[in-house]
């Protein structure tokens, strides 16, 4: 199913949600180019909230641009499956082999600001991430690893503790709270 169905099919969880999806499909559908990089105002990204199969630890890195605990996706780079991304993203920055999709569905929207900073020697400006988040499972007892030119450690969190371990208030009560809530529509699996 193409990207647009997707998000005319996601049911929004609040007000924040509803708007985003609106503007994303607004976007999306006035032929923007927001696959790639190459539109430096807006792109696509997939991010993944993992959680434990009992639903009550989510996994975090410590993310090096940012100084701060964080959620684990990145960019679609050209892939029209953001599902994949969110996945690969996750296995590339935590080490992970066996995590799995809860549901196919998109979980969660947001259009993110990203202040203008320096990668890898050259600056980049400041942009939105048109997000796209995805529910995920990892068994918490497996190995995991950083990605040392991404993140500098990757952990299991409870999940408030997760929330609290964040040094972005926005997202802390914006986005990780949110997440944390929708939660309870996904019972646990054992």
Same mark, same amino acid.
């Given at each position: 199913m193409d990207m647009i169905r997707q998000i005319q099919g996601f049911c929004p969880w %609040?007000? +924040?949600e509803e708007r985003d999806r609106g503007e994303l499909l607004r976007r999306l559908t006035s032929g923007e180019e927001l696959y790639t990089r190459d539109n430096a105002s807006a792109h696509l990204t997939a991010?993944?909230? !993992? !959680? =434990?199969?009992?639903? +009550? +630890?989510? @996994? @975090?890195a410590y993310h090096n641009l940012? %100084? =701060?605990w964080a959620w684990l996706g990145g960019h679609a780079d050209g892939d029209h499956d953001l599902l994949a991304v969110a996945l690969r993203e996750v296995r590339e920055e935590s080490g992970l082999e066996d995590v799995r999709p809860v549901s196919s569905d998109i979980y969660s929207l947001e259009i993110l600001t990203v202040d203008g900073h320096e990668k890898w020697g050259e600056y980049v400006s400041s942009h939105l991430h048109l997000n796209v988040t995805y529910l995920l499972e990892a068994d918490p007892q497996l190995p995991i690893r950083c990605k040392p030119d991404e993140n500098s450690c990757v952990g299991w969190f409870g999940l408030e503790e997760g929330i609290a371990a964040s040094s972005e208030p926005w997202f802390q009560e914006r986005i990780y709270a949110k997440l944390n809530a929708k939660l309870s529509t996904f019972p646990p699996q054992f």
């Open positions: %609040n007000r +924040q991010s993944a909230w !993992v !959680v =434990s199969p009992d639903r +009550q +630890q989510i @996994l @975090l940012y %100084n =701060s």
